[in-house]
């Protein structure tokens, strides 16, 4: 007969077990708190409006729990646009999230410009949305970016790895508004900084793609976009009843 130690077995076991589930909740960690910077920042980039700053104290206290360089960017933002007078910051975030200076928060316009493609890519955003039993309402574009930052943080765990994937496409448009943005040596540069953080690796190939687009600008053709009217720069106001929902509803 041959006795087997099942008590270290046991042991060996109980350790793997420990591991993996170390594991699963770092991973678990790792998706709230990259949520957390993704919706903070989307709020961000709201209009600052009184509304805004009434948000101030709640941002930064989610911001606080998450460690990191993305929540250190977006905590510094706050502490920047909170000592600007507001009527110089809503005047700023004007004149910087224009479209005629290149700095548009709206996704597939790096991709598509003002041309009809522009109309189907628009479309394929609120088709994701709902697919995962959300529909996009209010005056805005479905593009936006922070109603896309919304969607990614709010919804289920395959409606966050959707919103990572709208994200990920648009990784040039993205990029290459963070650069437009220190450009114009803006606080906002650091909410696109925190956002791309949060998206798998630094600044992939696609860093080439958004040199090209830099130099080249994106396409224009003013057709094919009637089914969304004109396209506005994002001035005062979302659009949306509430900056929680973005646009985005259940």
Same mark, same amino acid.
């Given at each position: ?21 170390? %594991?699963r ?16 920042? +989307? ?13 101030? /104290?709640l ?20 502490d ?27 996704l597939? $316009? $790096? ?8 109309g189907?890519?628009?479309?394929r ?29 709010? +919804? ?27 450009d114009?040596?803006t ?9 791309c953080?949060?998206?798998? %690796? /630094? ?13 080249? +600008? ?20 979302? +659009? ?8 985005v509803?259940?």
């Amino acid at each position: 007969m041959r006795l087997v130690r099942t008590g270290r077995d046991t042991r060996r076991d109980t350790r793997r077990e420990t591991r993996r589930d170390r %594991g699963r909740h770092a991973r678990l960690d790792a998706r709230r708190e990259a949520a957390v910077v993704r919706q903070a920042a +989307g709020l961000c980039l709201h209009y600052p409006d009184d509304a805004f700053r009434a948000r101030l /104290p709640l941002l930064r206290a989610a911001l606080a729990e998450v460690p990191g360089a993305a929540s250190a960017a977006l905590l510094a933002f706050l502490d920047d646009i909170d000592a600007r007078d507001p009527q110089e910051l809503a005047a700023h975030y004007v004149a910087i999230f224009d479209l005629r200076n290149r700095r548009s928060l709206y996704l597939s $316009w $790096w991709r598509e410009g003002d041309t009809r493609r522009r109309g189907e890519a628009l479309v394929r955003f609120k088709h994701v949305y709902r697919l995962h039993g959300r529909e996009f309402v209010g005056d805005e574009l479905p593009d936006f970016l922070p109603a896309v930052l919304e969607f990614t943080a709010t +919804g289920a765990e395959d409606a966050a790895d959707a919103g990572v994937a709208l994200l990920q496409e648009h990784r040039p448009g993205l990029e290459l508004l963070r650069l437009a943005l220190a450009d114009a040596s803006t606080p906002y540069t650091r909410v696109l900084e925190a956002i791309c953080a949060t998206l798998p %690796g /630094p600044s992939p190939k696609d860093r080439a793609e958004a040199r090209a687009l830099a130099h080249a +600008g994106p396409p224009r053709e003013e057709v094919g976009l009637d089914t969304y009217g004109s396209l506005p720069p994002a001035p005062g106001g979302s +659009g949306f009843a509430s900056p929680e929902v973005d646009g985005v509803a259940r």
